[in-house]
């Protein structure tokens, strides 16, 4: 069993910035693919960013490339997700997620854990 408490969620302006981060129990962390997500009121979860297990490779949704970093560090068993230049329609509970078994997915079905999500507010 893994799990994964996210922190740093909180009320921001428009540009500003927050970092999240995800601390995961168990002493296998380091071969997890690590996901960020994100849910909106009224809205289905959707995919933020993903890094590989060993960190050196990333990805993210279109909506946030080149204003969001994920990160991990695999000897700490944490995951993070730098945010700058927020926007009101960043607004949302964040959640990270781990795959246990697979490579980097986009689609929630794909991960076996989730942490209890934490909620980002961005006022314009």
């Known amino acids: 069993q893994v799990q994964l408490v996210e922190s740093g969620g909180g009320l921001v302006q428009t540009g500003g910035s927050l970092r999240l981060s995800c601390a995961a129990s168990?002493?296998?962390?380091?071969?997890?693919?690590m996901g960020w997500f994100r849910q909106a009121p009224g809205k289905e979860r959707e995919f933020v960013a993903v890094?590989?297990?060993?960190?050196?490779?990333?990805y993210y949704a279109n909506s946030v490339k080149g204003r969001f970093t994920i990160s991990r560090d695999n000897a700490k068993n944490t995951a993070s997700l730098q945010m700058d230049s927020l926007r009101p329609e960043d607004t949302a509970v964040y959640y990270c997620?781990?795959?246990?078994?697979?490579?980097?997915?986009?689609?929630?079905?794909?991960?076996?854990?989730w942490g209890q999500g934490t909620q980002v507010t961005v006022s314009s």
């Open positions: 997620a781990a795959r246990v078994l697979g490579g980097a997915s986009t689609t929630t079905s794909a991960y076996n854990y």
């Open positions: 168990g002493r296998t962390f380091s071969t997890y693919v």
């Open positions: 890094v590989n297990p060993s960190g050196g490779s990333t």
